[in-house]
């Protein structure tokens, strides 16, 4: 018996579009689509996900991370245009929160970036925030007795090790009242937990990276090269 073809769209993979940016359909109204492409064919989940910008909070924060975006760029008055980035992220950051308000960050941050989240701090007060920050050794929560890691598991064997707590670093941050979370170097899983307990919305100033110097991009731009290994895990 045959099976009928399925009426379903593909899956979204924009990941694998073969077109230009700016050729793209979801850039310009005679743009062209790829297979998988989610501007067509997903109406109703467009529909539901464009009903959420009606609620006056998500809008507003929608619009003023769009000014943000814009005004990290430079003499947009020219043209033709080309883009001139202009500020960094730790500035956009400062800049956002200030469009919206706030006034209490959270800096939720890996012990491995202890220096780099004084200086963050640091940064943050000369603009004017309060900043409640939380290490993420805070607690001193075991590994062993309450994740059942086996020894050979941890990091320094033979020791009492300290697991990452990043629900304990969330609701900390919950319980202070912040307004804008800031993750500095969380662990791959550690800042999934932060985002599932974390009330306040959140953004991510550095991810961790130990062997790139916290620069995940610079494996992936060297895939064909020095780290050709990211790309044949047959071969490590």
């Known amino acids: 018996m045959k099976r009928k073809p399925s009426s379903r769209p593909r899956l979204p993979d924009c990941a694998a579009c073969g077109h230009e940016p700016g050729e793209r359909l979801c850039v310009t109204q005679d743009g062209k689509a790829a297979k998988g492409c989610p501007t067509v064919g997903f109406e109703d989940l467009l529909a539901e996900a464009n009903g959420e910008y009606a609620k006056p909070e998500v809008r507003e924060f929608a619009r003023q991370a769009s000014i943000q975006e814009g005004a990290g760029y430079a003499n947009r008055h020219q043209r033709p245009y080309i883009p001139q980035p202009s500020k960094t992220r730790i500035v956009e950051i400062c800049e956002f929160a200030r469009r919206m308000g706030y006034r209490r960050l959270g800096l939720a941050f890996c012990t491995g970036l202890s220096r780099e989240a004084a200086l963050v701090e640091e940064i943050f007060r000369a603009r004017g925030f309060e900043v409640v920050s939380v290490v993420c050794k805070a607690g001193r929560t075991p590994k062993g007795s309450v994740l059942g890691l086996a020894d050979r598991e941890k990091i320094r064997r033979g020791t009492e090790e300290s697991m ?25 899983g550690h800042d999934s937990l932060f985002f599932r307990y974390a009330r306040a919305p959140v953004t991510v100033l550095a991810v961790k990276d130990r062997v790139t110097g916290h620069n995940p991009l610079a494996a992936v731009y060297l895939s064909h090269s020095y780290y050709r290994k990211v790309r044949h895990p047959e071969l490590e």
């Open 164 to 188: 990452c707590n990043s629900i304990f670093q969330a609701r900390l941050l919950n319980a202070a009242g912040v307004e804008f979370n800031v993750l500095l170097g969380l662990c791959v």
